[in-house]
């Protein structure tokens, strides 16, 4: 008797555990490369393994700030954008973690804007249970999935997962919306610091700690951003980086050489670029990069065949009047 009930909790939590585990797989978004780290981490796992030479790393000013596929056309490198609207650097952290077990970028590109970010410890426990309950059942994740189900669904479930191409933005966050910014210069020359609180902090030298570690050059640049940057905030970035022996480029100090119009540049009145402004962006950085790195032009490689496919779709994708 005592036998019984011992059994059936077993059955019942067994019977639970395999419909989460088959719930998993159907909802989970193999090709999704929108927002949010999840889906970024599904979108750069997608490539293959190790064909992906530079990440860039952030909040929205990285995800729309630099686009992978005009380092494509016109360098010819291969890289993925990670950032993530609102990403913290904890979460920017853990993101690295997970894109190292499948890649090995020479180059990271840490936008500095998430310096500024912190997160209430009250709420660190409940994120630690989340996400271990996320990393067992994807469902967890992925709840609003059911949305979009569908027989079809069933059809298109590939049979070796995780091994799609990326979408032809490559994680760039595209948008050609206009609206100016007006308010006139906005770096202002100081001797003050904005300080990075302690939180912060410590996941930008575990960050610093991991590059290091993985032989990975890693490089600190601040989009234009009006609404969100001060010269005060750059000390502290400059500051950092020179203890660090980091490369740091502040695009806010060179808006006039990256010729940034803030009357069309910008889609929202200066927080954030549009593809206008990102393309003067990525092409500044293309140039750095082509100067002071090792990453190699990869358009004539067979491997990389696909990226000329997804280039095609992305210059489609982007035709602006």
């Known amino acids: 008797m005592q036998s019984k009930h011992i059994i059936k909790p077993i059955l019942f939590f067994s019977g639970l555990f395999i419909l989460l585990y088959g719930l998993s797989y159907l909802f989970l978004p193999y090709n999704s490369t929108g927002e949010g780290p999840y889906k970024k ?18 909040d929205s000013e990285c995800s729309t ?29 853990y993101l690295l973690q997970q894109i190292l077990n499948n890649q090995s970028p020479k180059v990271v ?9 912190s997160f209430d410890y009250s709420n660190a426990l409940q994120d630690a249970v989340d996400k271990a309950a996320q990393n067992i059942f994807p469902v967890y994740k992925y709840h609003n999935s059911w949305k979009y189900f569908n027989l079809g669904t069933l059809e298109n479930i590939p049979k070796k997962p995780g091994h799609k191409i990326p979408r032809a933005y490559k994680g760039y966050q595209y948008n050609s919306v206009t609206k100016p910014y007006l308010d006139g210069p906005y770096v202002h020359k100081t001797d003050k610091i904005e300080p990075i609180d302690a939180q912060p902090l410590f996941y930008l030298n575990k960050i610093v700690d991991l590059c290091k570690e993985r032989n990975i050059q890693l490089i600190l640049y601040s989009a234009p951003t009006p609404l969100c940057w001060t010269y005060e905030k750059h000390n502290a970035a400059d500051s950092f980086a020179s203890k660090n022996n980091l490369t740091y480029i502040d695009l806010n100090l060179h808006a006039e050489k990256l010729k940034i119009d803030w009357a069309r540049d910008t889609r929202d009145k200066g927080n954030h670029m549009n593809y206008y402004g990102a393309k ?3 092409d500044y950085i293309g140039d750095y990069l082509s100067e002071h790195t090792d990453l190699t032009d990869r358009r004539g490689q067979k491997q990389y065949a696909s990226w000329n496919t997804a280039l095609k779709k992305y210059l489609k994708l982007t035709q602006v009047s």
């Not at 981490?41 to 952030?58: E, H, R, V, W």
């Open 41 to 58: 981490l599904n979108g750069i796992l997608s490539a293959p393994k190790d064909t992906i030479d530079y990440i860039t790393l952030g």
């Open 65 to 93: 700030s630099i686009s992978p596929m005009e380092l494509w056309n016109k360098h010819g490198y291969a890289g993925y954008n990670c950032g993530v609207p609102g990403q913290r650097l904890q979460d920017t952290y």
């Open 280 to 282: 003067k962006v990525t």
């Open 109 to 117: 590109l840490l936008e500095t804007n998430a310096f500024y970010r």
